[in-house]
Structure formats: structure tokens, C-alpha cells
């Protein structure tokens, strides 16, 4: 039934990088782990859900901001390890920051400058006061 999950090539820790891009403008949001529960979940409740190496558990996207990715589409490469998940971000915010994207930072000049303004106080998204979903 899950033949498909063994199509994945996992790497040595049995994750897979799993870019989230939004399904209408094509913008990258942001990029997390998966490994074959967390993609299997992601297909069945047809939400996003991903592979916290941090805390070794299960990440529901939005589970504590609110901010919930519906998946509208799963795609995989050529060489079977990279996902991408096209997405509908509630709420507009996908980085624990609150901006849109997790890429806010542009190279210039020898630095990287922030380009992307904050659209929530990261302090009002989360209230127990700890930085991811």
C-alpha cells in the first residue's frame, strides 16, 4: 500500500529534504525534514507535516501558530530525494520570525540584508515563548 514511500531515496538517517513552495505564486517558503511517517501523514491528512531533528518528534506545521500548510500537491525529483510540497500557508506567515518565507535574506554587498518585513511578532504568534512550530 505505502510502495511508493520505497521509491524515496532517504538519506543515511532516513530523512528527506522537503521544500514547502506556495501553490499559486510559486514563492519557497521554507525547507524542513521528513522522514516516511511524516510523508505518509502529509499525503493522508493533506497538510503538512514534518520531522523536527531537534526535538526526535513529529511536527504538525501550524500546530501551535495556527499557521497550517494545506497541501494542494506532492512532488518528487529526478534522483527521488528532494520533495516538494505545494502548499496553501494559512494565515501568509511560514517562518517562525513572521514573515511570509523563511528566505527574508538577500546577499549584497558582502552581507545578507533582510528584505521581507515581519508581518506578526514571532512574541503574539507564540505563546509559550519557544521560536519553531
Excluded at 14 to 34: C, E, F, K, N, S
Excluded at 42 to 57: D, V
Excluded at 85 to 106: D, M, N, P
Excluded at 111 to 117: I, L, Q
Aim: aromatic share 8%; hydrophobic share 40%; charged share 25%.
Amino acid at each position: 500500500m505505502n510502495d511508493w514511500l520505497d521509491e524515496i531515496n532517504w538519506n543515511s538517517d532516513g530523512l528527506v529534504p522537503a521544500i514547502a513552495q506556495d501553490h499559486q505564486t510559486g514563492r519557497v517558503l521554507m525547507m524542513a525534514w521528513m522522514n516516511r511517517e511524516a510523508l505518509a501523514l502529509t499525503a493522508s491528512e493533506q497538510r503538512a507535516i514534518y520531522w523536527s531533528r531537534s526535538r526526535g518528534k513529529l511536527w504538525r506545521k501550524g500546530e501551535e501558530s495556527g499557521h497550517v500548510q494545506k497541501l494542494h500537491e506532492l512532488r518528487l525529483d529526478c534522483d527521488a530525494d528532494v520533495i516538494i510540497l505545494k502548499v496553501e500557508q494559512l494565515g501568509g506567515i511560514a517562518c517562525h520570525t513572521g514573515r511570509e518565507s523563511c528566505f527574508y535574506r538577500v546577499f549584497e554587498k558582502g552581507t545578507w540584508k533582510s528584505v521581507d518585513a515581519v508581518l506578526k511578532d514571532p512574541h503574539a504568534i507564540y505563546a509559550t515563548g519557544h521560536s519553531h512550530d
